[in-house]
């Protein structure tokens, strides 16, 4: 590949972190090339209302919004290929990414592959989602007021969710298969304060019943396999994360469960020129306002790393512009 095929920016991933990311870069002139993913859009996809994102004042739907946001940064020339990175090679400029057989070449990559929650694995959960099943009470919670709702998860992430949820709904119940949490304690002492509240400990979500929308849960007994079923208008499963970083854990620093590791107050990894935005990176906030947050310090730290970076052909290539 010739040296005029080396792009500045590719930028792997398409949900509010990639797309803000791309919009910035396009508008400082960086052409970015976004390999958005098969299925562009990240998790907002199997959102259905947003109503936290600044500037929606009516709230929106979460495809509707990621629609908006790519619509943004194609205006401003980002490029897209809707397909799934299948390898990458940051272990010499020009940086290297595969989609198949296809490679592409580039001065700066900005990782944004986000995360994925966890499910069940149910068929019936496939059917509910994003109508009564969920996996983010902050996203969804306002949607259950006065409803009998079950959490999934023994973690930080269940309880919180838990707690979230009492300020919405009517009843509360968390569902754990076994009779100790993995959560800290302050967690699980403030839940059990939590009038709201209870446990079904020793206990998994077999079945969500309901055609359209959820009205019970069939729930099996860890201990000793009896099942039984309970009357409930939602799910929000609460069983972890996962970063989409597969691809580059072998090349990029990275945490004990797969995020990737970022300088302090920057994007920068531990590959000059390969910056890590939005929920690959941060197991903490998860929201898409930070993800966007991120995706705007990722373009702006990619173009300082362009502006500085000697001898490439982006630079030829900018000031021919
Ligand atoms: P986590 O700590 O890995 O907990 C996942 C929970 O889900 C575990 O209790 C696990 O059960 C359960 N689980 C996993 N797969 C399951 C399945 N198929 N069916 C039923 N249950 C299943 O994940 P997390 O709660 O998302 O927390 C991730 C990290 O973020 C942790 O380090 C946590 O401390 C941190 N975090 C902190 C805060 C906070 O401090 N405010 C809030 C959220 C998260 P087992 O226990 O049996 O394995």
Not at 50 to 78: I, L, S, T
Not at 92 to 101: H, I, N, Y
Not at 277 to 289: F, L, P
């Amino acid at each position: 590949m010739s040296d005029q095929n080396v792009r500045e920016l590719i930028i792997v991933g398409g949900g509010p972190a990639g797309y803000t990311a791309a919009l910035y870069a396009a508008r400082a002139d960086l052409e970015p090339l976004v390999i958005e993913g098969f299925q562009w859009g990240g998790q907002l996809m199997i959102t259905s209302d947003v109503e936290n994102y600044p500037g929606y004042a009516d709230g929106v739907m979460g495809p509707e919004m990621m629609a908006d946001f790519r619509r943004q940064a194609e205006r401003f020339g980002a490029e897209f290929i809707t397909d799934d990175v299948t390898k990458v090679d940051f272990s010499e400029q020009p940086l290297r990414v595969w989609v198949g057989s296809d490679e592409y070449q580039a001065r700066a990559v900005i990782v944004a592959t986000g995360a994925s929650a966890r499910w069940l694995g149910i068929e019936s959960e496939e059917q509910h989602k994003g109508r009564g099943v969920s996996a983010c009470a902050t996203c969804d919670a306002a949607f259950f007021r006065e409803k009998d709702v079950y959490v999934v998860g023994g973690g930080d992430s269940a309880f919180e969710e838990a707690l979230f949820l009492t300020k919405f709904a009517s009843r509360v119940h968390l569902v754990h298969r076994r009779d100790e949490f993995r959560a800290s304690k302050i967690m699980v002492d403030r839940a059990e304060q939590n009038e709201k509240l209870d446990f079904v400990l020793s206990a998994v979500v077999e079945e969500i019943v309901g055609d359209v929308k959820v009205e019970a849960l069939r729930l099996r007994s860890t201990a000793d396999e009896r099942t039984w079923e309970v009357p409930a208008d939602g799910l929000f499963v609460a069983i972890g994360h996962d970063p989409n970083t597969a691809l580059f854990v072998d090349q990029l620093d990275h945490d004990e469960n797969g995020y990737l590791v970022t300088k302090s107050g920057s994007t920068e990894t531990n590959i000059p020129g390969v910056f890590a935005v939005g929920d690959v990176q941060d197991h903490t906030y998860r929201q898409a306002i930070t993800a966007a947050g991120t995706g705007c310090m990722g373009a702006l730290d990619a173009e300082r790393f362009l502006a500085t970076f000697e001898g490439h052909p982006g630079t030829a290539l900018a000031a021919n512009r």
